[in-house]
Each structure stands twice: as structure tokens, then as C-alpha cells.
């Protein structure tokens, strides 16, 4: 068991250190905040194209009987990669929280502190408890709850994963002032794409999977299920939800600003609106 945890714990913390001795050397304008952010964005898109390569694989193995058809990958993909990453990645945006305040001088982050770091946990709670959450429940059910059913649903838990590379590809192009260039903006398209795809019409899809299986219509599924479980659906969708509408909400404020940029009568309210965000 130690070893096969020793593979996430090995892999995600090296290559967030190697992120970090590499970078500098072809940016070396980059403040240590830079380097960080876009090392831990980085990181986490490696983790999301394996975590989406094994959905694929288990939703593609297990959809003929999504109850009982089972793939080894199910489990040992969470014990392998999913603990440790979730693990390491609460210390990596820990690490970006502590070196973006660092950088700009704040009295109250010159060293590592109880302060510090409680200050991440308030700034970032919501991530920081879904982390947290899938840490305790996720790993749980996936070992010892689910009495060897239901592969199909943990590798479409995988795929929720598909948006993360473009979220941070985003992040990356602003690192790289090109906010303005139309990747940007294909990227933009992408990550509300993948994100509502994935994250939210997915659990309609799990049910309505779940309905085809026992032969019951998707409004009736619910009242199919325990009421643990749709409590753990409820729990993981309502976050994302949450983020989606953040996400289409920044979206539209970007393209309020891009129409304003090419308006010349536009310039004065849009740089009222640029001290909003």
C-alpha cells in the first residue's frame, strides 16, 4: 500500500518541483509567484489529462452494465494518483496563496505562519473543503462502501477532470499577457464548454444511466436511490454550479470589455468598469 501511494507522492510533488527549477530559466522576468502559479497550473493539468485518460477507459469498459461491470482502474487510479494529488495540490495553491501576497510586501508574509496560512484557508475555503471533501468521502466510498459496484459512476467522476487543462491554460495565458489573442478567447469558450459538460449536465447523465439500467424514467430515480447518496451528489454539484455561473459571469464582463475596446465611445465607461474588476 505504501508504494503504491509512493507514486502520486513521488510524481506530483517532483514535477512541481522541477516546474519550479525550470521556468526561471526561460522567464527570468517571473517573480516567485509567477513561477509558482504556473507550475501548480501546470501540475494540475497533467493530473487531469491522467484522471480524464482513466474515466474514459472505465466509462468505455463498464457502460454495458453500469452496476456491476467492474474495471480495476476505478479504485487504484483514486489510491495511485487521486489521494496524493488532492494532497500535495492543498500545499501547491497553499504555496501560490502565500508567494502572491510575499511578493508585494505584506507585512504579514514575510516568513510562513499560523497567520498565513490560516489566511489561505479563509481566502480559498470553498477549495480547500472540496479537496478536504473528496479526501474523506470520495476515497471511503470508493474502498470500502461500495461493495464492488458502480465503476461505471467513479470513472464519470474522472471525467469531471476534462475542464481543468483548459482552466489552467487560461491562467497561464494571462502569465503570458496574451489575455487579448484569440487563444485566449477559444480557450474561454472551452473552459464554460467542458466545465458545464462535465460538471454539471454529467449528473444528470449518472442518473439518468442509473434509470436505463433498472428501467425507470430519470424523474424517478431519486426516489430509487438512498438518501445519502443524493445528499453526496447534492454536495458535489452545488460547488460547481457555484463556479459555473463565477465563470460565465467573468466571461460576459471579458466580452463587455472587448466590445467596449473596439467602441472609441465606449472607453470611459469601460474604464469604470476595469476598477470593478
Known amino acids: ?71 480495476w482502474l476505478a479504485t487504484y487510479f483514486v489510491i495511485w494518483y487521486g489521494v496524493p494529488y488532492m494532497t500535495y495540490d492543498i500545499f501547491a495553491m497553499y504555496l501560490s496563496h502565500y508567494y502572491r501576497y510575499h511578493v508585494k510586501g505584506h507585512e504579514d508574509y514575510k516568513q510562513h505562519s499560523l497567520r498565513t496560512v490560516n489566511s489561505f ?7 480547500v473543503l472540496h ?31 476534462l475542464s481543468t487543462p483548459f482552466v489552467s491554460m487560461g491562467k497561464i495565458l494571462i502569465q503570458l499577457s496574451l489575455q487579448d489573442c484569440w487563444l485566449h478567447k477559444a480557450n474561454g469558450g472551452m473552459v464554460l464548454f467542458t466545465f458545464f459538460m462535465c460538471r454539471i449536465a454529467l449528473f444528470p447523465y449518472m442518473y439518468w444511466m442509473y434509470g436505463r439500467h433498472y428501467g425507470i424514467p430519470l424523474y424517478s430515480v431519486p426516489f430509487h436511490l438512498p438518501l445519502s447518496t443524493n ?42 468598469a476595469g476598477k470593478d474588476d
Open 1 to 71: 500500500m505504501l508504494q503504491v501511494l509512493a507514486c502520486g507522492a513521488v510524481v506530483f510533488p517532483g514535477l512541481f518541483v522541477a516546474f519550479r527549477r525550470i521556468l526561471p530559466c526561460f522567464f527570468k522576468n517571473w517573480t516567485d509567484a509567477d513561477v509558482v502559479l504556473v507550475s501548480e497550473r501546470l501540475v494540475s493539468s497533467i493530473h487531469a489529462i491522467m484522471a480524464t485518460a482513466a474515466g474514459v477507459v472505465v466509462v468505455s469498459a463498464c457502460r454495458d452494465n453500469v452496476i456491476y461491470d467492474r474495471h
Open 121 to 127: 484557508i479563509r481566502k480559498e475555503f470553498l477549495l
Open 131 to 161: 479537496h478536504i471533501a473528496l479526501l474523506t468521502i470520495l476515497l471511503p466510498v470508493t474502498l470500502f462502501f461500495r461493495k464492488d459496484m458502480g465503476d461505471f459512476f467513479i470513472g464519470c467522476l474522472f471525467l469531471t477532470e
Open 231 to 272: 445528499l453526496g451528489n447534492s454536495c458535489i454539484l452545488a460547488p460547481q454550479v457555484y463556479w459555473f455561473v463565477l465563470l460565465c459571469r467573468k466571461g460576459y464582463r471579458l466580452y463587455r470589455r472587448s466590445r467596449g475596446a473596439q467602441s472609441p465611445t465606449a472607453t470611459a465607461p469601460m474604464a469604470d
